[in-house]
């Protein structure tokens, strides 16, 4: 399986996802809906905020990722979520800013990493490594990343080039 540090993984793209509407959403109070991930037509239980699936990636035997946005005109963020059917959600992420307008685009799938671009000219790579792995909160991410307080992570993201600050700075 020689794929380096992550042996166990032959990630490809799979078209087999849908989602179905739990909760509508309520713009006015700035409130996302709730929709249930189906898998082959098949629920999971497993519930996300976001209405449009972008792309859905299988992992390895259990796990998917699946690339999300909310279509929201001028304000497009990208959740990428990795699920497993049994346990659901192991970990998810959020990509973008408010007032930003992303675009997910140039999706290439390899063995062991995703590659994309969104918000702007920068190139996204994301990989799953086989065992959950510890950082540090806050802290390892580029900037525009945003997930919730852990230290047991299952997504490693980084750009290229790194995100520019609002002073255009790197």
């Known amino acids: 399986m020689g794929n380096g540090p992550y042996p166990g993984l032959t990630m490809k793209l799979v078209d087999n996802f849908s989602l179905r509407l739990i909760k509508e959403p309520i713009p006015e109070k700035n409130l996302h809906g709730e929709y249930e991930v189906l898998i082959g037509g098949n629920t999971t239980g497993i519930h996300v905020p976001y209405c449009v699936i972008e792309a859905a990636v299988k992992v390895d035997a259990e796990r998917y990722l699946i690339f999300l946005t909310n279509d929201t005109l001028f304000e497009e963020m990208l959740r990428i979520v990795l699920i497993h059917p049994g346990k659901g959600i192991l970990e998810c992420l959020v990509l973008g800013s408010v007032y930003l307008a992303g675009f997910f685009e ?19 790579s994301v990989r799953i490594p086989d065992k959950p792995f510890f950082r540090i909160p806050f802290l390892g991410d580029p900037r525009g990343v945003w997930r919730p307080f852990a230290l047991k992570h299952h997504i490693l993201i980084s750009a290229n080039p790194l995100p520019a600050r609002a002073d255009g700075s790197r």
Do not use: T
């Open 106 to 124: 140039e999706l290439d799938v390899q063995a062991s990493v995703i590659i994309f671009k969104f918000l702007g000219d920068k190139i996204w």
